[in-house]
């Protein structure tokens, strides 16, 4: 029989493994039940206590150990189920909540020298004068991205949650976020996307608006500004789809050249967390998720029907892969790196580079394209709480593309081919 609303499980706080047997059987319960799942929008509001904080939410997956709460907001939070004291269901169906209390919502963390500004997929955040033409920036590039997506035949859906942009007026501002925020901050950091608060943070740098810079952590590719004007969304249209380039480009013209690489790589994946190409909790591989970014990076390969083949190879990626790494580059470099992310840790331009490689040479051919997307669904099958094992993504790889060692030598004799603009 299902929980009434007002129902509630409370557990003694000394017995720490009587809690795990009955909030465990109770959350597996409900779970068969249908009163909560991963996928209905019509999913309970769940309350959950422990010895310092209350949370709201609806459950989206849990095993015997772990159960992961997702909020109004949009934001992600693990529980180990041992250290829980309570539960209970609060509401009849979860809802998110509007874009406008999403505004009131951030309006309480900004205040002075911050606007706020909604629009179709964002509430972004920024100088005041500038919010709506950087939520016009961030717009377009959702757009651009979810079309590249489209048009390969991926299957995309609408965000769940209104997506959230801060980008902070001074570095100062972003190293005290991310202190708050338990984003481990260093000088070499520009911005980041959140997997837990799905947010993208970052901070413009206006001493940076003439320069054309590298972003020493991960070789980010790097615009060139030529004016310090401030973003105005009333002179840029986006209503002619063989000016998109351009308008992104005159967007991020206003923008310093680190801040508007930032914008574009992790909005990129702000944007593939919440079309369901990747999901916020298991282990996506790092090759899929920062080959799919760097690919994007390039903006010919975000228009749809771009002409230009230059313009959809991304130069930083394809020079560090050709000059770079080429003397440090082994025979099964690629098993390498689909079999486990050391490398992205250890080696991380040389990671960067043949993960943009490699991504861009099966996105780029129908046909390659239609195995990529297979690989994609299988990933998306699996279940996420479960570790992913070095043997379990060679075998899922191979069953999507073929034998490793075969397509190693293919793609590499097809990155042979491609001329550097």
Not at 55 to 79: N, P, Q, W
Not at 175 to 198: T, V
Not at 268 to 279: A, F, K, L, P
Not at 326 to 352: K, T
Request: charged share 25%; net charge negative; hydrophobic share 40%.
């Amino acid at each position: 029989m299902p929980f009434a609303a007002t129902t509630i499980l409370r557990f003694p706080v000394p017995d720490r493994r009587l809690i795990v047997r009955r909030l465990a059987a109770a959350i597996l319960s409900i779970l068969v039940t249908g009163e909560v799942t991963c996928a209905e929008s019509k999913s309970r509001l769940i309350e959950i206590k422990d010895e310092f904080q209350t949370y709201t939410g609806k459950i989206i997956a849990k095993d015997s150990e772990r159960c992961f709460l997702m909020d109004e907001f949009g934001v992600l939070t693990t529980h180990h189920i041992s250290r829980l004291t309570s539960f209970r269901i609060v509401g009849d169906s979860f809802h998110r909540v509007s874009p406008s209390e999403f505004r009131k919502q951030l309006l309480t963390e900004f205040r002075s020298g911050y606007d706020i500004h909604v629009s179709a997929h964002y509430v972004v955040v920024g100088k005041k004068g500038k919010a709506k033409a950087y939520a016009t920036l961030f717009e377009e590039i959702y757009r651009q991205v979810d079309s590249f997506y489209s048009i390969r035949g991926f299957e995309t859906s609408e965000p769940e949650f209104t997506m959230v942009a801060i980008v902070f007026n001074t570095v100062d501002e972003f190293k005290e976020y991310c202190g708050r925020d338990q984003m481990l901050w260093s000088e070499d950091l520009r911005g980041y996307y959140s997997l837990k608060s799905n947010r993208v943070v970052l901070y413009d740098r206006p001493a940076k608006l003439n320069a054309s810079t590298e972003s020493p952590v991960d070789g980010d590719t790097s615009a060139a500004s030529t004016s310090n004007d401030a973003l105005t969304a009333d002179e840029l249209t986006l209503e002619n789809p063989a000016s998109n380039q351009a308008t992104l480009a005159a967007m991020l013209n206003g923008v310093a050249g680190e801040t508007a690489d930032t914008i574009v790589h992790e909005t990129t994946h702000q944007v593939g967390y919440n079309i369901g190409i990747h999901s916020r909790i298991g282990e996506t591989p790092t090759w899929v998720i920062e080959g799919l970014a760097t690919v994007l990076e390039a903006p010919g390969i975000r228009v749809r029907g771009s002409s230009d083949a230059a313009d959809k190879i991304n130069t930083v990626r394809l020079n560090w892969f050709n000059t770079e790494y080429e003397s440090r580059r082994q025979p099964g470099d690629l098993a390498r790196m689909v079999a486990g992310d050391e490398v992205f840790r250890n080696q991380a331009l040389d990671a960067y580079s043949s993960a943009w490689a490699f991504t861009y040479f099966m996105t780029e051919n129908p046909a390659r394209a239609r195995s990529y997307i297979r690989y994609l669904r299988i990933l998306g099958e699996r279940d996420p709480l479960q570790h992913y094992t070095a043997e379990e993504r060679l075998k899922d790889f191979q069953s999507a593309f073929g034998d490793v060692s075969k397509i190693e030598m293919d793609f590499l004799r097809s990155i042979d081919r491609l001329e550097n603009p």
